[in-house]
């Protein structure tokens, strides 16, 4: 046999002996060569995370903030998440976007607050784990800086101002006065804001409020034409509570969005308590 004729034989034997990769395959989440980055200053967000630990991204996030995380549930699963200079708050809760949590805040000087610490119970569309033992990751700094103070002139024109980013500024100036006017203008940035992230930021303040002033204007924004507005709404209900808000959520159910409907189950379950069909 000639040597050419061996050629296509050894090809073969090569391309047998390479690792066979699936489209479509995760990652190996413990390569070194993933990237890693947090970055909590000046009240801004910086998440850069593929496949990175739970609890090693939680641990970070309570050693650059201060918060005391409280967490039930195994903390085995992986994060990803990929975005710059989001306010805080706002950045922390889309990189917790798929798990029921809560934020527990200390008034600090004037109309100042900073988040104090931060519970998780579950991921969204599996129930509360009431089997799981809580698990706290304790800060091994101090608490970061409260927000800045504004004048409510300078709140009153950042509202009304042509960019979103600034409107959503004003959005999360107005959730730290907690006030009735709050209330309202975050109501009414709600409901008629143009911009579909700064009605969802609105939102998510109302939520944290957690007033009932603020359910009919969250009840009527279940029909934002924006589902990730829509699924902001829900679980803003869902942290406010009440018998008032189970009506509009069972409605919700019927979302033509599959994120609002899962959205609006966990809510059900987690406000009363018993499991809701999917």
Same mark, same amino acid.
């Given at each position: 046999?000639?040597? =050419?004729?061996?050629?296509?034989? %050894?090809? $073969?034997?090569?391309? $047998?002996?390479?690792?066979?990769? +699936?489209? #479509?395959?995760?990652?190996?989440? !413990?390569? /070194?060569? =993933?990237?890693?980055? %947090? @970055?909590?200053?000046?009240?801004?967000?910086?998440?850069?995370?593929? /496949?990175?630990?739970?609890? !090693?991204?939680?641990?970070?996030?309570?050693?650059?903030?201060?918060?005391?995380?409280?967490?039930?549930?195994?903390?085995?699963?992986?994060?990803?998440?990929?975005?710059?200079?989001?306010?805080? *708050?706002?950045?922390?809760?889309? $990189?917790? +976007?798929?798990?029921? =949590?809560?934020?527990?805040?200390?008034?600090g000087k004037g109309s100042g607050q900073q988040i104090r610490e931060l519970i998780i119970y579950s991921e969204k569309g599996k129930g509360l *784990?009431? @089997?799981?033992?809580?698990?706290?990751?304790?800060?091994?700094?101090?608490?970061?800086? #409260?927000?800045?103070?504004?004048?409510?002139?300078?709140?009153?024109?950042?509202?009304?101002?042509?960019?979103?980013? %600034? @409107?959503?500024?004003?959005?999360?100036?107005?959730?730290?006065?907690?006030?009735?006017k709050s209330i309202v203008d975050l109501s009414s940035l709600l409901l008629n804001d143009k911009d579909s992230e700064v009605r969802q930021r609105a939102a998510e303040a109302l939520g944290d409020l957690e007033d009932e002033r603020a359910v009919d204007s969250?009840?009527?924004?279940?029909?934002?034409? /924006?589902?990730?507005?829509?699924?902001?709404?829900?679980?803003?209900?869902?942290?406010? #509570?009440?018998?008032?808000?189970? @009506?509009?959520?069972?409605?919700? $159910?019927? /979302?033509?969005? *599959?994120?609002?409907?899962?959205?609006?189950?966990?809510?059900?379950?987690?406000?009363? #308590?018993?499991?809701?069909?999917?």
């Amino acid at each position: 046999m000639r040597i =050419h004729r061996l050629f296509p034989w %050894i090809a $073969l034997l090569i391309l $047998l002996s390479l690792p066979i990769s +699936r489209p #479509g395959a995760p990652a190996d989440p !413990k390569t /070194d060569s =993933h990237p890693f980055v %947090i @970055r909590a200053q000046d009240d801004l967000l910086t998440v850069r995370l593929r /496949d990175i630990s739970l609890e !090693k991204v939680l641990t970070e996030i309570a050693n650059q903030t201060g918060i005391q995380i409280t967490f039930y549930g195994p903390m085995d699963g992986f994060v990803s998440a990929d975005f710059s200079n989001l306010p805080f *708050e706002r950045g922390l809760k889309r $990189l917790l +976007r798929d798990f029921n =949590h809560i934020l527990i805040y200390d008034k600090g000087k004037g109309s100042g607050q900073q988040i104090r610490e931060l519970i998780i119970y579950s991921e969204k569309g599996k129930g509360l *784990e009431k @089997r799981w033992e809580p698990r706290s990751i304790a800060p091994q700094i101090t608490p970061r800086r #409260g927000l800045r103070e504004v004048t409510p002139d300078s709140v009153v024109k950042a509202m009304k101002d042509e960019d979103p980013a %600034i @409107r959503e500024e004003a959005v999360d100036v107005l959730a730290e006065m907690e006030d009735e006017k709050s209330i309202v203008d975050l109501s009414s940035l709600l409901l008629n804001d143009k911009d579909s992230e700064v009605r969802q930021r609105a939102a998510e303040a109302l939520g944290d409020l957690e007033d009932e002033r603020a359910v009919d204007s969250l009840i009527k924004a279940l029909k934002d034409k /924006d589902a990730a507005v829509r699924e902001t709404v829900v679980d803003a209900l869902s942290q406010i #509570g009440g018998q008032k808000v189970l @009506r509009p959520l069972r409605d919700a $159910l019927r /979302d033509e969005n *599959e994120d609002v409907r899962e959205a609006a189950a966990a809510a059900l379950e987690f406000l009363t #308590g018993q499991e809701v069909r999917r």
